[in-house]
């Protein structure tokens, strides 16, 4: 972040004194409401008294329209997203439009009227489309009314476009800033009232549309967490113990306290300790020179191959959790002449992104406040106050955009760390930044598993059985354990599940998918496109192998079992259409394909690839996707391309692994992701089916690495079922 720091506004934080109760509504529920204070807006106009229209509508008298965004953007393109969405039925003028972010204090103000703001899961606008639509029209019937009322006329003579309201027997016209005020005494409309657009009218949504968020990243002006500054802030830069689960047993604070900056040293929990200073470069400095002394626990000597011995012991264990049955299919199998099994593994990855962990906390006896990024508001609102020991009601998050995340700014430690601190540091703004060494070693890291499949066909290549055992570790355990079920952990069964917005696209008469549960110490995390993407990589890859096995074409043989699942089948058909499946590839170049239902949406991709002298290059991708509704169709292909990125990085270089019971890997030297040379070129066929409302950011990952796999194989006839590639005996050209 080599930008200047900005400066937070003197007086900072919750401005109380600006609270007051409106009447107003929300879509998801009306009622009384207080004001908003907006301290850290983006834009100017937030800065201004003007009356909401209601929740997520603000008019100026010159027409501009500011819309609140409740859910986080960390640049996937959300928050230009959901502003269309409640631009679209508010009828406003699209060149207007400014945005805003709420914090979950304002949120449980007022009824959690802006309802989740959970940003995870690709749940962005497929989880809250609905209220957002509605509160559009609400805004749009309000002003209406308000126009009609001062006219004296019916609003239903009345149009509204653009943000221009007309009176059509009349002619008459007005705008939204000319009304709004008046339109915020309107009683607002009930729920059952309101009328959305139908999609084939939209002009709003369902276009391109230049992202809201993309100016004050060019020109430098946006401020992240790390970049965050207050007057009299203070840097702390913590350490935790290497081994997860490990003890801070001792430090030396004598050693460093006359260190140039150093003002404190603290002990933080039972596992860290951080050094506070006048600067970040002065706190990490005296931190390497601290003297520590850990209590590294049972944990000590667990190791990477240890971890994958207990796995395989997984793979025969007598008992496991059921994830999805049909038929018997371990009879069938013990009675099949000719049973076709394979193993493959798939290694722990970190987030790694770019802006480390940060947060800003300032910490007082009547109350707490917190800047910094976040993907869950709501729990970490909950996280500061309990850290605090303050009520919910006396603390806030102001929440600010985040410099990547992909799932791991879904855990809340780091602001439960910073809060312990400025606990210590009262009436001091105290800013924790994890160096980056820090961010790698206590990741939340994507949960390592095995898995081994087994199959029976009969003559003519029909799999007649199928067991997939998966053998590894559950986020759900670790991180929600209440909502384990008898299933285990159902997050689990990503992409194999009976039905729903995980389901499998084959039919099998005889399935069996199970889980034998085995958590190793390293802390598991939810990482973009979570369980799915091991999962399209072992059946896809192992479908490959059966249709090889049964002497057919790898689309052929995936149409017979996808027969009972046409859009899993559309999206596979468009993926090879757009390949040229079909025709002759050029010479030396081989193809592959895989597909798969994640996150409500229907993915495929095919890959060209080509192999010399045991170096691989891969050529070009086609991805197919049916989301169900396309918002901005420019920026879901952005999308879908960049995640070709995350989900080929495993595939060729990115593991972690433990040695001496810690992660080895401590920054990009050794933990390698994809850069610009190794990127295919890819095309994305977007091709939304309407009906239903699927995610975009994650599931396109999950079929990238099989689709490549499933190529080299033809290429090479090798194939490979641990990654990452760079452990094999192929290189990347």
């Not at 004598?254 to 002990?267: A, T």
């Not at 798939?346 to 480390?356: G, I, K, S, V």
């Not at 312990?420 to 001091?428: E, F, M, R, S, V």
Request: aromatic share 6%; proline share 6%; with cysteine.
């Amino acid at each position: 972040m080599n930008k200047p720091e900005a400066q937070a506004p003197a007086s900072g934080g919750i401005n109380l004194s600006r609270r007051g109760f409106l009447k107003g509504s929300g879509a998801a529920a009306g009622a009384f409401v207080f004001g908003f204070s907006v301290p850290f807006s983006q834009s100017a106009l937030a800065q201004s008294e003007s009356p909401e229209v209601n929740a997520w509508v603000v008019v100026q008298p010159d027409d501009t329209v500011l819309i609140r965004i409740a859910r986080q953007e960390m640049g996937q393109g959300s928050l230009t997203g959901l502003a269309q969405l409640v631009a679209e039925d508010l009828e406003c003028d699209w060149d207007k439009v400014d945005f805003d972010l709420v914090k979950p204090g304002q949120n449980r103000e007022r009824d959690n009227v802006w309802g989740s703001q959970f940003t995870a899961g690709s749940t962005a606008i497929r989880g809250s489309h609905e209220y957002l639509r509605q509160g559009g029209a609400a805004a749009r019937m309000m002003l209406t009314e308000a126009a009609a009322r001062q006219w004296q006329v019916p609003a239903s003579e009345c149009t509204v476009s653009e943000g221009v309201i007309t009176h059509e027997p009349s002619g008459r016209t007005t705008t939204f800033g000319a009304v709004a005020k008046a339109a915020n005494d309107i009683e607002p409309p009930k729920t059952e009232s309101i009328r959305l657009k139908d999609p084939k009218d939209w002009r709003i949504a369902g276009k391109d549309k230049a992202r809201l968020d993309t100016l004050d990243k060019l020109d430098g002006s946006l401020v992240y967490g790390a970049d965050f500054s207050m007057p009299g802030m203070l840097v702390a830069v913590p350490k935790a113990c290497p081994v997860h689960g490990g003890k801070l047993k001792s430090f030396d604070a004598e050693k460093v306290k006359n260190m140039p900056g150093v003002k404190q040293v603290v002990r933080v929990d039972d596992e860290t300790v951080a050094v506070v200073a006048d600067t970040f470069w002065r706190a990490q400095k005296a931190l390497k020179a601290l003297p520590i002394e850990w209590d590294e626990g049972e944990n000590a000597k667990v190791s990477s191959e240890s971890i994958a011995k207990k796995l395989r012991e997984g793979l025969t264990a007598d008992t496991s959790f059921i994830g999805n049955q049909a038929g018997d299919a371990k009879d069938t199998l013990a009675k099949a002449e000719r049973v076709i099994e394979a193993d493959y593994s798939y290694p722990y990855q970190n987030h790694a992104q770019m802006e480390t962990l940060a947060a800003t906390v300032r910490w007082r006896k009547n109350g707490c406040e917190m800047w910094g990024p976040t993907q869950v508001p709501g729990t970490a609102l909950e996280a500061l106050a309990e850290a605090a020991e303050l009520p919910q009601e006396v603390c806030e998050i102001h929440t600010m955009r985040i410099g990547g995340s992909f799932g791991r700014r879904a855990a809340t430690d780091y602001i439960r760390q910073a809060t312990l601190i400025a606990k210590q540091i009262p009436d001091t703004p105290i800013k924790l930044m994890w160096t980056r060494e820090e961010d790698m070693l206590q990741g939340r890291f994507h949960p390592v598993t095995q898995c081994r499949l087994r199959a029976s066909m009969d003559d003519e290549g029909n799999v007649q059985a199928l067991h997939m055992r998966i053998s590894g570790q559950s986020i759900m355990a670790y991180a929600m354990p209440q909502a384990m079920s008898d299933k285990g952990d159902p997050v689990v069964y990503q992409g194999l599940d009976p039905e729903g917005d995980m389901a499998l696209g084959y039919s099998v008469p005889n399935l069996l998918v199970d889980h034998a549960m085995y958590n190793p110490h390293i802390r598991p995390g939810f990482w973009r496109g979570v369980n799915l993407n091991q999962n399209a990589l072992y059946l896809e890859s192992f479908i490959d192998e059966l249709a090889h096995e049964a002497g057919q074409d790898p689309l052929a043989f995936r149409r017979k079992l996808m027969a009972n699942h046409p859009k899993h089948l559309a999206v596979l058909e468009a993926a090879a259409e757009g390949i040229g499946w079909n025709t002759k590839p050029p010479e030396g170049i081989y193809r592959g394909i895989a597909q798969v239902k994640g996150f409500g949406s229907y993915v495929a991709a095919a890959a060209e690839v080509s192999v010399t002298d045991g170096k691989v290059k891969m050529h070009r991708i086609v991805a197919a996707t049916d989301p169900g509704h396309v918002i901005n169709p420019q920026q879901v292909e952005a999308q879908v391309a960049g995640s070709f990125v995350y989900g080929l990085s495993p595939l060729l270089y990115s593991e972690a692994t433990v040695k001496d019971g810690r992660i080895e890997q401590e920054n990009f030297n050794t933990y390698k992701v994809m850069t610009l040379k190794d990127m295919p070129k890819v095309e994305v066929i977007t091709m939304p089916s309407g009906g239903f409302w699927g995610g975009v950011g994650e599931p396109t990952i999950a079929v990238a690495a099989p689709a490549v796999l499933n190529a080299i194989f033809a290429a090479t006839g090798k194939r490979i079922r641990d990654i990452p590639l760079k452990n094999t005996d192929l290189t990347v050209s």
